[in-house]
Nanobody
Framework: QVELVESGGGSVQAGGSLRLSCKYS??????MAWFRQAPGKGSKGVAR????????YLDDSVEGRFTITQDKAERMMYLQMNNLKPEDAAMYFC?????????????????WGQGTLVIVSS
């Protein structure tokens, strides 16, 4: 069981920045990701990063504004979010998968954190 703990959420004005962090307890994962869920909406993948070579993918909605990185030595994954928009407001979750995933399919990720809340005011 991989333990994932998110932090870094908060309340910012539109145009502001936040950096989310995810501390994980296990190195045996294939890919890690950030998902978000806004009130009344389904979960949506926004960024994922592959352990083997650091390849990363961003959803079109955050491309150019968000950056996903990891520090394996510290067992940390980060999501730098710049130029935040009101539509970015959501609960953000860290997720991990030990095997290949099919894009942004949440079902492919076995382990999830509890989430950290991001509020963006206009």
């Amino acid at each position: 069981q991989v333990e994932l703990v998110e932090s870094g959420g908060g309340s910012v004005q539109a145009g502001g920045s936040l950096r989310l962090s995810c501390k994980y307890s296990d190195l045996h994962y294939y890919v890690m990701a950030w998902f978000r869920q806004a009130p009344g909406k389904g979960s949506k993948g926004v960024a994922r990063i592959y352990d083997l070579d650091g390849r990363n993918y961003l959803d079109d909605s955050v491309e150019g504004r968000f950056t996903i990185t990891q520090d394996k030595a510290e067992r940390m994954m980060y999501l730098q979010m710049n130029n935040l928009k009101p539509e970015d407001a959501a609960m953000y979750f860290c997720a991990a998968a030990r095997n290949a995933v099919r894009g942004w399919r949440a079902d492919d990720f076995e382990d999830w954190g509890q989430g950290t809340l991001v509020i963006v005011s206009s």
